[in-house]
DNA sequence: AGTCATACTGGAAGCGCTTGCATTCAATCA
DNA sequence: TGATTGAATGCAAGCGCTTCCAGTATGACT
């Protein structure tokens, strides 16, 4: 039905250029050696006749695709589609496609993801996106004989790039804490949603870091617990707020999306920010300015770029992959020295 | 660095299964005649080795990559990131791959996708998801000699889907008329932003259709300008809230994420939703709910569910794509009968 | 002048599949 | 019963590149 159009092919750039099509191939690729001169003409050639190079032939014969496999859970978290961003970005810039695995809930599709797609030697590098990887997937993974980094948590068996999931909360806390705040609560995810590899876990660990820093005793930190998202955030503020006897000044959020929740949920309930209660998100989220959030950034679509600027560096045989990524405060409105003001 | 650990190939398969390679290919791809018998060998020696075909030698020697392109924009924007989520699901589950070209607006890497990518033949056919083609690109896009699938907006030259673009503001604006509110103002795109094809000045369209029905001036209609993001229609509400004399009883907004942005500014404001001013939005946002938003459902995943289940019919041969899209009024808190109140 | 390294180029062998064609064999039919 | 048909299978020719190897030419060096 769809038969290809006039596909040109290398034999006849080379014919145009007067060449073989092992020197065709080599002026194009620019591996081996070439006279400048010989290189113009086929580069001409392949210009003047729209020559591109066919990826199948091209791979079967090299051995490479120039493609990277993405794999990435909820696109509609806004953390992800970032981290995807990034790395579309690069990848484009640097010629490569981007194979993308949308990783959902699925157990039958995940595994077929991790059994077959990820073996027909699509790709020649594959970044993982945040997604808690079991035993068999590891291994799925490591035995494919490609680079593969992991990009949020750190799989003791794979490379990977991640920002320090304590540091960020310590920072966040000790942000509230330098301000005054003496009394300050926590939402954060739980072990059930194992979306983020260990994320909640690590997040939760750098709060009480902080807090016990300053002498203070984790365990009376008021903590709510949601799954990153605005609603989760929402829901749990909500509960937080009406909890009896609960009264803090001070609230960190494990992610932005959450303490935009909180914000949401404390206008409705006519609480104040900062007036009566500061709030401190992570992620740099884009609505953060909106809402004036503080927050600590963590420059999603870098990290996208990071990853896929490394994966392409291992791909060339270059490096190994673990690496530690910035972060940092970014203070806006809805931080402030806790208030004379009766707490909410 | 990295050797592919054991590779199996087709012939080990047709070795271990005792039959040649071409009835081994035959056998696994359920194409061409192989007995019972023999299928179940061939299909357990593929198993125990853990055969999986190579795609790049199956690409070449069939024309076939079983892989499709999707041409998107902006991820962050959650329509984008839900219908890519619904094509993704799609494809994975008919064993195709996603390779995603996102397109941002760079307007060179913007020209190298329509000029290289496309033509490598990596893809099997392209879903363009709600981008304003020019003339060049449309022709590339044509020139391919591959199905594609426009979705949201209808180049003459291109088959594409899409929802009724008057449609939804139509019944939007239909659904305040109808609750009795005369005086409506509207919210939505710039020509300026031609990220969706057209579409801003569709859904202005619907939006004075109904109005005019109603005997009413469009003209007479409070209008904002804004991006189709949360902040812009913050923005653009603020502004309208603010402006002089435009009092209005209900508004429109062309996107979900500009009505979101809406009841923002309200609650900054304290505008009282809907007791002042009732917010009818466009798409079926995932936050409709925590916001109480009435809206006009376009069911995006299931849109580009859709959009993947006809680009697979066409790589078989079948349709020819042009098609409409359901949506439908979800009617929730934002919306009311106009109070005896003030108007804001 | 002779040797050797080096730059450039072409021939040709694959890369791992799919598929057209030929072959075999058993079932069907007049 | 011989001719016909069609299912099942194998052979082998590619698909369009990359790259090893060999060959030639050119310049450098002793």
Redesign the pocket.
Known sequence: MYERGA?????EV?RAA????????????G?????????QKVNEAAESLG?V??S???S?????SRSIGVMAPDLHRWFFNSVLSGISDTLTRAGYDLTLYNVTNDPQLRREIFRAFLRRRRVDGVIVVALELDEWETEQLGSLGLPVIVLGGRPRALPGMAIDDQGVTRLAAEHLLTLGHRKIGYIGGDHAFDVDYHVPTQRREGFDQAVEAYGLDPADSPAGVADFTIPGGYRAAKQLFGTPGASFTGLVAASDEMAIGVMLAAKDLGVQIPQQVSVVGVDGHELGGLFGLTTVDQHPVGQGRTAAEHILGRVDGQGNGDSDLPFELVVRSSTAAPAEVEPF
Chains 1, 2 share one sequence.
Not at 7 to 11: A, P, R
Request: aromatic content about 2%; cysteine-free.
């Open positions: 596909v040109v092919s290398l034999d080379a007067g060449v073989s099509s092992a020197t065709a191939s080599r002026a194009l690729s591996r081996g050696h070439v006279s400048p001169a010989t290189r020559y190079v066919s199948a032939a091209s079967l014969a090299s051995g490479r």
